[in-house]
């Protein structure tokens, strides 16, 4: 059964850092482009951030470029979210997802794409 396992989530302060890892299990990640997602409480789930098969594209939503880093260590089968200069409005549960693609030129950030979800981290930013 595939497994996504997201960890690294936690509570921080304002202008503080953290890093999201995502663990697959079973599957081969370097089949697959791969996306964070975070949700907050009241509000839809929105896109973060997407890396293609490689590596060879990223994509970053405007509310994160420039603080949140997307990076994959496919030998470890694990995806990461670096994110700095934390806000407020950065509280959410950050969920990450896979999709199988072909092309290692593509990633996508729409939900509806994926083929495999994780229970997500919640990360909190107190001002």
């Known amino acids: 059964q595939v497994q996504l396992v997201e960890s690294g989530g936690g509570l921080v302060q304002v202008g503080g850092s953290l890093r999201l890892s995502c663990v697959a299990s079973?599957?081969?990640?370097?089949?697959?482009?791969a996306t964070w997602f975070r949700q907050a409480p009241g509000k839809e789930r929105e896109a973060v951030s997407c890396?293609?098969?490689?590596?060879?594209?990223?994509k970053y939503e405007d509310f994160v470029k420039g603080r949140f880093t997307i990076s994959r260590d496919n030998a470890k089968n694990t995806v990461f979210l670096q994110m700095d200069n934390l806000k407020p409005e950065d509280t959410a549960v950050y969920y990450c997802?896979?999709?199988?693609?072909?092309?290692?030129?593509?990633?996508?950030?729409?939900?509806?794409?994926?083929?495999?979800w994780g229970k997500g981290t919640l990360v909190t930013v107190s001002s």
């Open positions: 997802a896979v999709k199988r693609l072909g092309n290692e030129f593509i990633c996508s950030l729409f939900g509806d794409d994926m083929d495999f």
């Open positions: 079973v599957l081969t990640l370097d089949n697959y482009a």
């Open positions: 890396i293609g098969r490689d590596a060879s594209i990223t």
